[in-house]
């Protein structure tokens, strides 16, 4: 019912930005009307995934103490179904896939838990 697509992901030196973009859409005749929560999760290799940022009804967001100071969550309408991070300072550390996620989308079709997207590999070099 719902689709979440990440992009942006991509190779930059350390100490370069990139900026991901996570859209949510409805599928078919769906249409979102509104969502909670937009998450930013990462997982790097043999890591568990870690929360990275978040951004509310509100507009409040927070933010995984590693990356406070150098990514901010951002989103384009009072819906959050189109959020972005920007990311500075990157460092090989950041290095992970990262991923989109909603916590509650209450859509035409009634309300969907949890929907994840499939993910953008960012590389940060040394």
């Known amino acids: 019912q719902v689709e979440l697509v990440e992009s942006g992901g991509g190779l930059v030196q350390a100490g370069g930005s990139l900026r991901l973009s996570c859209v949510a859409s409805g599928i078919g005749a769906g249409i979102i009307f509104n969502i909670n929560t937009m998450n930013w999760y990462r997982q790097a290799p043999g890591k568990e995934r870690e929360l990275v940022a978040v951004?509310?009804?509100?507009?409040?967001?927070?933010y995984a103490d590693s990356v406070k100071g150098r990514f901010t969550i951002s989103r384009d309408n009072d819906k959050n179904t189109v959020v972005h991070l920007q990311m500075n300072s990157l460092k090989p550390e950041d290095t992970a896939v990262y991923y989109c996620?909603?916590?509650?989308?209450?859509?035409?079709?009634?309300?969907?838990?949890?929907?994840w997207g499939q993910g953008t590999q960012v590389t940060v070099s040394s």
């Open positions: 951004i509310g009804n509100g507009g409040y967001t927070s």
């Open positions: 996620n909603a916590d509650r989308v209450a859509t035409n079709r009634g309300v969907v838990q949890d929907p």
